[in-house]
């Protein structure tokens, strides 16, 4: 799978916008963009994935630059609820059946401020 | 909604001892997978199974062994215990949207995951 850059943390305060950032400069044509969180002490949790457009659902959007090689999550009004460490994952589009496991990089940090 | 569930979620184990861990999928779905995550590390990817077939391997030590029950279930044997052994084991669950065949593929599928089983090796 293709890496991906993440900074190592990042802070920001309560009920403000927060903007995580992603390189993938070597991203394939049939990578999807996944991003998980991983609240403390528990498991990973699926956020948001797109592939081509920017895509919005209930937890947060993505955009993604129109060379695919890099893209943002985009919290839009951060609480405390929302620190948590966030991955970037690129999965390849052909991924066969049972062969789907997301690969973990080293995410970013988030500190949300009161 | 039905999630994940693992049990136990935290297990104490001497060295050299064994240990199993379950893994229940949310219903219906047909692939589990199985990390660890050491103290402030990321989480690893072990080994995963379709349809009760493993299907992918990670960095599973040869001391480990999982599988997948007809029921869906799936169990992490783990023997010789180590210190550094001591982890947080994931479970996670997903289904293939593809029609199995070789030519349908879906990077896309989302990984739900249990709240982790915590073992630790004295």
């Given at each position: 799978d293709a890496k991906t850059t993440q900074p190592n943390s990042m802070e920001s305060n309560e009920e403000e916008p927060v903007h995580l950032p992603c390189n993938h400069s070597t991203i394939s044509g049939?990578?999807?963009?996944?991003?998980?969180?991983?609240?403390?002490?528990?498991?990973?949790?699926?956020?948001?994935?797109?592939?081509?457009?920017?895509?919005?659902?209930?937890?947060?959007s993505l955009a993604i630059a129109e060379d695919r090689k890099s893209s943002t999550l985009i919290l839009h009004r951060a609480t405390l609820r929302d620190a948590a460490v966030y991955y970037c994952i690129l999965r390849d589009e052909k991924s066969n059946f049972g062969n789907e496991k997301l690969t973990f990089g080293t995410g970013t940090r988030l500190t949300i401020i009161p | 909604a039905a999630g994940v569930i693992q049990s136990p979620r935290h297990l104490i184990k001497e060295k050299r001892e064994t240990a199993t861990l379950k893994c229940y999928p949310i219903p219906r779905h047909d692939t589990v997978y199985w990390y660890q995550q050491g103290p402030g590390q990321d989480p690893q990817f072990l080994i995963s199974f379709y349809e009760k077939m493993q299907s992918d391997k990670g960095s599973i030590p040869d001391r480990f062994s999982a599988q997948q029950f007809s029921d869906y279930h799936s169990e992490l044997n783990m023997s010789s215990l180590e210190l550094g052994d001591s982890a947080l084991y994931f479970c996670a669950s997903s289904l293939f949207s593809g029609t199995g065949l070789l030519e349908e593929y879906s990077g896309a599928n989302v990984l739900t995951f249990g709240a982790g089983s915590r073992l630790t090796v004295l």
């Open positions: 049939t990578d999807y963009i996944h991003w998980y969180r991983q609240l403390p002490s528990q498991g990973p949790e699926y956020v948001i994935h797109g592939l081509t457009s920017n895509v919005n659902n209930r937890m947060a | -």
